[in-house]
């Protein structure tokens, strides 16, 4: 799992020094369920860890008759890097 993280992040850093700085809309945005293969969690987890940090894209679905409404995160590359340093001290 680390491994992969490692990986995706080196990947990403390499892109970003051949492009030059990467405005926020142009960076990578991964949906909970990405994340949460990547790092081997539930999406549950991810979403109750994500749900309130600032940067994370909230799409939110109204409600219907009848049906409660959702939101979808989309959590961009600085923000799981992030998380994931928090996380790792």
Same mark, same amino acid.
């Given at each position: 799992m680390? =491994?992969?993280?490692?990986?995706a992040i080196?990947? =990403?850093? !390499?892109?970003? &020094?051949? +492009?030059? %700085?990467?405005?926020?809309f &142009?960076e +990578?945005?991964?949906s909970? =369920? &990405?994340? =949460?293969?990547?790092?081997?969690?539930?999406?549950?987890?991810?979403?109750d860890?994500? +749900?309130? !940090?600032? $940067?994370?894209?909230?799409?939110?679905? %109204?409600?219907?008759? $009848?049906?409660?409404?959702?939101?979808?995160? +989309?959590?961009?590359?600085?923000?799981?890097?992030?998380?994931?340093?928090?996380?790792?001290?």
């Amino acid at each position: 799992m680390r =491994a992969a993280i490692r990986e995706a992040i080196k990947h =990403a850093t !390499e892109v970003t &020094e051949i +492009r030059g %700085p990467v405005q926020q809309f &142009e960076e +990578r945005h991964y949906s909970v =369920a &990405e994340v =949460a293969k990547l790092w081997g969690v539930c999406g549950n987890t991810i979403r109750d860890l994500f +749900r309130d !940090e600032p $940067g994370v894209l909230k799409f939110h679905k %109204p409600v219907k008759r $009848g049906k409660r409404g959702s939101v979808s995160l +989309r959590i961009p590359r600085s923000v799981l890097e992030g998380v994931h340093r928090r996380w790792q001290k």
